[in-house]
């Protein structure tokens, strides 16, 4: 059964950058057929999809944070990763990597999610 | 851009008893392909959201057979037989037709009595 783990700081201060990866396990990410995605959980609220990429390096951004945001992919480690630039306390969310199946048409597995706050 | 409404948006049942939630969605997730493209979570305290349903109907691998989905177009229900105590969580309905996927309905939290 495929598996992922988010990685990365849980504190990011304002304007700076914050830095995810995704580790896949029990699938390979260089044999297609899935869109690795970053989806975010604001406190208390609903789900927002951010972004996904393709194994071959094609990505498509949630338009409302296409400016700041780059998911890129590492086949050799079975990783894809996430940067959000320019953060704010907006940004302070559960942060949560997903495959993409179908056309993507929806997500059948899940991380456990990590909690980024944006605080000084 | 595509409006998934849930209803209720709370709801506590006694163990043993059914439940239901509605999910409207404010364009058709009928597809050409003859596919609709209607999808069903659930999010326990503190987890991830899981996959229940797809395609209106399908229960995803190992979800129990008292959850089942039902609806077309733009009029869906997920609705739990019996419901358990393991079955606590917010559950959301989400559509898949206009890609990428990502627009989720407001969650529903059931709670037990």
């Known amino acids: 059964q495929v598996q992922l783990q988010e990685s990365g700081p849980g504190l990011v201060k304002p304007s700076q950058t914050l830095s995810l990866t995704c580790t896949v396990s029990g699938g390979s990410i260089s044999s297609g057929g899935y869109y690795w995605s970053w989806i975010r959980q604001h406190p208390g609220k609903g789900l927002e999809w951010i972004g996904y990429i393709y194994y071959s390096g094609s990505t498509y951004y949630n338009p409302s944070l296409k400016s700041r945001v780059t998911i890129s992919v590492d086949t050799s480690k079975n990783q894809f990763s996430l940067k959000l630039s320019s953060v704010t306390a907006a940004d302070t969310a559960v942060y949560y990597c997903?495959?993409?199946?179908?056309?993507?048409?929806?997500?059948?597995?899940w991380g456990q999610g990590t909690l980024v706050t944006v605080s000084s | 851009d595509i409006v998934m409404t849930q209803t209720p948006l709370s709801l506590s049942v006694t163990p043993g008893q059914p439940a239901s939630i509605s999910c409207k969605s404010s364009q058709s997730l009928l597809h050409s392909d003859g596919k609709t493209y209607l999808y069903w979570y659930l999010q326990k305290p503190g987890q991830s959201p899981q996959l229940l349903i797809y395609e209106v109907s399908s229960r995803f691998s190992g979800v129990p057979d008292r959850f089942s989905g039902s609806g077309s177009g733009t009029d869906f229900t997920l609705k739990i037989s019996r419901v358990e105590a393991e079955d606590v969580g917010v559950y959301y309905c989400?559509?898949?037709?206009?890609?990428?996927?990502?627009?989720f309905g407001q969650g529903t939290r059931l709670e037990i009595k």
């Open positions: 989400m559509q898949g037709i206009h890609l990428p996927p990502g627009t």
């Open positions: 997903a495959r993409g199946s179908g056309s993507p048409n929806y997500y059948d597995y």
